[in-house]
């Protein structure tokens, strides 16, 4: 059978075509101005929305925040820049413009008075996660944005309106950057602020695409000096808003695809029988590894740094720190059955047992302390906690220098917090 291409072309034009299903664009357009104002029932909705959003923030409610979300209408001003720069219809932009900036300013001051009045003032994981945005928030602004346009200017609407307020998370952001006002952490402020930015310019984006792509009718001709004007302004915010999140992704890759050749170089090459890995850290393009139980001899520390390479680690030393608990490891590994039926002997073997957990807990707390000490406090800081000596501890080692000292003791009160031990030693090194 001959391969037809035109019939190919044919078929996928029918099962992708957009402007069979398209509305009708005056009721689209009215649709849209309608929705750009804020006054009224809908100020008062937008005020509401920002209080119930940032409640969940405040408590780490995923389902209240959705909640808040799915109430605001914060979308209309920014798909309404979108849709008339498509149209090219000045009155309308200046209008969404106007009122986008009067939502904007609205929302960050109640979610402000909130986070002033509140007695909870702790960062929840909720809240944090608005802080450091990614090429990844670009991506679902732009494909929930696209998503939103071709719901609204075609007669399929399905409940895509509500998935795409979900999924865009106008109102999180700005609540976040209520509590960065409200508590003076700048950095809170301009991060999650900055994620509201994505948010608006790549939602405003698709929807111009999609006015372009649904041939949606032009009040000015495309080759007016203010048509390409208007494109040329759209295209360096486009790369303006676009530079930074894409530097922080890379460094995040960058951390993510270092952890994993470490995680995996330590599983696989240091995996010695009586000995327990309690924390890694990179500083200085040194591996630092705290290991507990048997010792591992310098031959297989020897073998280890040869094998690094394998792992993308061959700009890296590799120091082995090791913590005198071999007694204890060995005991919990080696007692007998027989041993064990003994009730002393039982007795220690649980209490050895509990301490083992205890090591393996501050192994996976070091894990998520670090996650967090980077949004709290830079990248620049690496925490490792254990337990050496009968003592809980925690090392910041990696960038504590640059630390005044009252981010040292606001660092200090946080990790004592955070381990759950108020006996809890904090060294700077």
């Known amino acids: 059978m001959r391969f037809n291409h035109r019939q190919l072309k044919t078929e996928l034009g029918r099962y992708f075509n957009l402007l069979s299903d398209k509305e009708d664009e005056l009721a689209v357009v009215e649709q849209v101005r309608g929705g750009i104002a804020f006054r009224g029932t809908n100020l008062w909705i937008l005020i509401f929305a920002i209080f119930i959003a940032s409640l969940g923030l405040n408590v780490n409610s995923t389902a209240v925040i959705i909640g808040a979300m799915l109430i605001s209408p914060l979308m209309g001003p920014i798909i309404g820049m979108g849709l008339s720069v498509g149209i090219g219809d000045t009155d309308m932009f200046k209008q969404a413009l106007k ?49 939103g346009v071709l719901a609204l200017t075609t007669k399929s609407k399905g409940q895509v309106i509500p998935g795409v307020a979900i999924a865009t998370a106008l109102m999180p952001p700005l609540c ?45 001709p495309t080759n007016t000096e203010t048509a390409r004007r208007s494109r040329r302004v759209i295209t360096v915010v486009f790369i303006v808003t676009l530079i930074p999140a894409a530097v922080l992704t890379v460094s995040i890759v960058r951390q993510d695809v270092q952890d994993r050749n470490v995680a995996q170089f330590v599983r696989s090459e240091l995996n010695f029988a009586g000995t327990q890995v309690l924390s890694t850290r990179v500083e200085h393009d040194t591996l630092c590894v705290v290991a507990v139980g048997k010792e591992i001899t310098d031959e297989e520390a020897d073998v280890a740094r040869e094998r690094m390479k394998f792992y993308r680690l061959s700009g890296y030393g590799l120091s082995i720190i090791q913590a005198d608990n071999t007694g204890a490891f060995a005991m919990v590994s080696n007692l007998s059955l027989a041993e064990q039926a003994n009730g002393a002997l039982s007795s220690q073997v649980a209490d050895l047992q509990r301490q083992l957990e205890t090591y393996r807990r501050f192994d996976t707390l070091s894990v998520h302390v670090n996650e967090e000490a980077r ?45 759950g031990d108020s006996s809890t030693e904090v060294v700077f090194k």
């Open 375 to 419: 949004v709290l406090f830079g990248p620049g800081r690496t925490v490792s906690v254990g337990r050496i000596g009968g003592k809980t501890m925690a090392v910041v080692d990696r960038g504590s220098a640059s630390l005044s000292e009252a981010e040292r003791e606001k660092m200090a009160g946080w990790l004592v917090a955070r381990v």
């Open 176 to 220: 976040t950057a209520g509590y960065g006002l409200a508590t003076a952490q700048w950095s809170y402020f301009f991060g999650a602020f900055y994620l509201f930015f994505i948010n608006t310019v790549f939602i405003a984006t698709a929807t111009f695409l999609g006015v372009k792509l649904l041939r949606f009718h032009s009040l000015q």
């Open 99 to 147: 009122n986008y900036g009067v939502a904007t300013l609205i929302s960050v001051l109640t979610a402000t008075l909130y986070f002033l009045i509140s007695p909870l003032s702790e960062a929840r994981s909720e809240l944090l996660a608005r802080t450091s945005p990614t090429l990844y928030d670009v991506f679902i602004a732009f494909f929930g944005g696209a998503a």
